[in-house]
């Protein structure tokens, strides 16, 4: 007997013929003679629909009560779960993040999971109930409904699986696995059959959303196993590559600050700024202008992208930079794996890939593992399938 922890997504709880699907599938697990603690999302289209109802009374709706209004899209799903299973005639229990216990930060709409407890739900496990969880909620340490950001059900997911001490935490829904690059942008993308933490922490961080980074992180830490599955059935595989993926994001938005005096302590003022402001700077690159001017270029998420050009057009007066511009149609498109530490031109062969579709790269991190280049967002999914095809990871048949 294992016990298993089985997340559904949007897609796979769409509507109710899917959450009868569920159900089944759920069921043949536990008359396998397994324990099962299910995580839901909400169904899909349904957090976004809440949020642009906020969005019609206000522009900036209170983040607390946005939490209050996003957490009923899995308080739908997991009582209409727990009625489905109760009508095929298994024991079943919903349960809401702060009846588990998901014990969160106060952040609204990105809260952090401090602590779960495990009681609730193996109480129900150990009684003989399929235990059903609202994923991505929580509570904070005075009762306040929170959420773990958007995707963040996968975060619960494994959370939960370390927690209860599960076995393995499958994750269900519209792929059956981790690919070379999203399926869905890259048609030729292939299954991996296995991806190392470290990788998939990269990818999930540079867009594969399939995995909600801080999922990955917890699945880390705590050794939990995580299999990508299909709810829908389908199946593609390959072997070990030296660049195991590539990803795509097109979330970030870049500022330039022109001529900026090179003088010491004004990178800290222009990056002291925006952190005090709690906005998180991706990538930086500074070139050198005569006559001892710098123009200085950093990536911020796009969603903090109005505030901290306001904050940087501040700055920017107080240290007599010259003028401060910024642009949201860039995308950010990255190579992952292991492989890469032991194989060297793996960045040239990159560049070149990409120049040679006449793709230009505005800028350029790198890690051990991964290579990131910014361009112009209408190259996004182009240089994806280029990079793809030039790393040896398309279909054999396709
Ligand atoms: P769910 O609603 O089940 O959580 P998501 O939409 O959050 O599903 O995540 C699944 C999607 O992730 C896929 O449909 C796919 O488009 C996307 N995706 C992005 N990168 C990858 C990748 N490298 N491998 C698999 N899927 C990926
Ligand atoms: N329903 C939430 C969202 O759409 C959480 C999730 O799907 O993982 O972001
Ligand atoms: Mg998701």
């Known amino acids: 007997m294992s016990l298993i922890v089985q997340k559904f997504g949007g897609t796979s709880v769409a509507d109710l013929v899917r959450i009868q699907e569920v159900a089944k599938r759920v069921a043949k697990t536990y008359d396998a003679g397994n324990q099962v603690a299910v995580v839901l999302s909400a169904m899909a289209g349904v957090t976004d629909h809440l949020i642009q109802m906020a969005e019609v009374l206000t522009d900036t709706p209170d983040k607390r009560e946005l939490d209050v209004l996003m957490a009923t899209g899995e308080q739908t799903t997991v009582a209409l779960l727990a009625i489905a299973l109760k009508k095929m005639g298994y024991k079943a229990k919903s349960l809401l993040g702060h009846q588990v216990r998901v014990l969160t930060d106060s952040s609204s709409g990105s809260a952090r999971i401090l602590d779960i407890s495990g009681d609730a739900i193996r109480d129900l496990l150990d009684k003989g109930y399929i235990a059903v969880v609202a994923g991505f909620q929580g509570s904070d340490a005075m009762g306040n409904i929170t959420t773990l950001g958007r995707g963040g059900s996968d975060t619960s997911a494994v959370a939960i699986a370390a927690a209860v001490n599960a076995d393995v935490c499958e ?83 870049r500022i330039t600050i022109t001529k900026v005096p090179d003088q010491p302590g004004i990178a800290a003022r222009i990056f002291q700024a925006v952190a005090d402001a709690g906005i998180s700077v991706d990538m930086i690159i500074q070139n050198t202008r005569s006559g001892n001017m710098t123009d200085v270029t950093f990536t911020v998420p796009g969603a903090d992208y109005k505030q901290a050009l306001e904050i940087e057009k501040k700055v920017a007066e107080e240290i007599g930079a010259e003028d401060v511009a910024g642009d949201e149609n860039i995308a950010k498109v990255s190579i992952t794996g292991v492989g890469m530490k032991s194989h060297p031109g793996v960045a040239a062969r990159m560049f070149r890939a990409l120049s040679e579709e006449g793709i230009n790269i505005l800028m350029i991190s790198t890690s051990e593992i991964r290579i990131s280049c910014v361009v112009e967002q209408k190259y996004a999914e182009l240089a994806a399938r280029v990079l793809h095809t030039e790393f040896g990871l398309d279909k054999k048949d396709g």
Request: net charge neutral; charged share 25%; proline share 4%.
């Open 171 to 253: 994750i269900y829904t519209d792929v059956d696995g981790v690919y070379t690059a999203d399926p869905n942008v890259v048609p030729k993308a292939r299954k991996l059959s296995t991806i190392t933490y470290d990788v998939m922490l990269e990818m999930s961080g540079l867009g594969a959303k399939v995995l909600q980074i801080r999922s990955v992180e917890f699945a880390k830490k705590f050794g939990v196993p995580v299999h990508v599955r299909s709810s829908f059935n389908e199946d593609r595989d390959m072997e070990r590559m030296v660049v195991a993926g590539v990803t795509v994001a097109k979330s970030d938005a």
